[in-house]
Protein backbone atom coordinates (compact mmCIF):
# COMPACT_ATOMS: atom_id res chain seq x y z
CA UNK A 1 0.00 0.00 0.00
CA UNK A 2 1.13 3.42 -0.77
CA UNK A 3 2.03 5.85 1.89
CA UNK A 4 -0.34 8.43 2.20
CA UNK A 5 0.88 12.18 0.77
CA UNK A 6 1.04 15.48 2.71
CA UNK A 7 -0.54 18.23 1.67
CA UNK A 8 0.02 22.09 2.96
CA UNK A 9 -3.52 23.85 2.94
CA UNK A 10 -5.21 26.22 4.43
CA UNK A 11 -6.84 25.76 8.06
CA UNK A 12 -10.83 26.40 8.67
CA UNK A 13 -9.27 28.83 11.62
CA UNK A 14 -6.87 31.31 9.56
CA UNK A 15 -3.44 30.07 8.61
CA UNK A 16 -1.32 26.95 7.40
CA UNK A 17 -1.03 23.21 7.77
CA UNK A 18 0.88 20.04 7.06
CA UNK A 19 -2.06 17.17 6.66
CA UNK A 20 -1.94 13.67 6.13
CA UNK A 21 -4.31 12.86 2.73
CA UNK A 22 -7.13 11.85 4.24
CA UNK A 23 -6.87 13.44 7.55
CA UNK A 24 -9.60 15.61 9.54
CA UNK A 25 -6.87 17.73 10.95
CA UNK A 26 -3.55 19.21 10.11
CA UNK A 27 -0.81 17.97 12.10
CA UNK A 28 0.56 21.38 13.35
CA UNK A 29 -0.46 25.30 12.71
CA UNK A 30 1.52 27.87 11.24
CA UNK A 31 0.59 32.09 10.41
CA UNK A 32 2.43 31.89 6.94
CA UNK A 33 3.02 29.52 4.25
CA UNK A 34 6.56 29.03 4.33
CA UNK A 35 6.84 27.47 7.66
CA UNK A 36 3.97 25.59 6.96
CA UNK A 37 5.76 24.04 3.63
CA UNK A 38 9.02 23.63 6.01
CA UNK A 39 7.26 21.33 8.46
CA UNK A 40 5.46 19.38 6.04
CA UNK A 41 8.89 18.72 3.46
CA UNK A 42 10.18 17.30 6.74
CA UNK A 43 7.13 15.03 7.06
CA UNK A 44 7.38 13.97 3.82
CA UNK A 45 11.39 13.30 3.73
CA UNK A 46 10.85 11.18 7.01
CA UNK A 47 8.42 9.41 5.67
CA UNK A 48 9.39 9.01 1.98
CA UNK A 49 6.33 10.12 0.87
CA UNK A 50 4.96 13.07 -1.99
CA UNK A 51 4.71 16.70 -0.75
CA UNK A 52 1.65 18.81 -1.87
CA UNK A 53 1.38 21.94 -1.88
CA UNK A 54 -1.71 24.19 -2.35
CA UNK A 55 -3.00 28.08 -2.56
CA UNK A 56 -5.05 29.47 -0.85
CA UNK A 57 -8.16 28.69 -3.60
CA UNK A 58 -7.04 24.61 -2.97
CA UNK A 59 -5.52 24.05 -5.81
CA UNK A 60 -1.91 22.25 -6.10
CA UNK A 61 0.80 25.03 -6.75
CA UNK A 62 4.06 22.64 -6.45
CA UNK A 63 5.13 19.14 -5.28
CA UNK A 64 7.73 17.06 -4.69
CA UNK A 65 8.40 13.24 -4.35
CA UNK A 66 10.67 12.24 -1.28
CA UNK A 67 10.07 7.85 -1.63
CA UNK A 68 10.95 6.06 -4.40
CA UNK A 69 9.98 7.39 -7.71
CA UNK A 70 8.03 5.20 -9.84
CA UNK A 71 8.64 6.78 -13.32
CA UNK A 72 12.15 8.75 -12.43
CA UNK A 73 12.92 11.01 -15.43
CA UNK A 74 14.05 9.43 -18.51
CA UNK A 75 16.63 12.20 -19.26
CA UNK A 76 18.55 11.81 -15.83
CA UNK A 77 22.18 9.67 -16.78
CA UNK A 78 23.39 6.96 -14.23
Known amino acids: MAKKAIHVVTL ?20 NKADAVDAGR ?4 REHTELKIHNKDGRISDSDSYGKDPCPPKDKKH
Do not use: C, V
Request: net charge positive; proline share 8%; charged share 30%.
Open 12 to 31: PGGGWGPKREGASRASSAHD
Open 42 to 45: RIAR
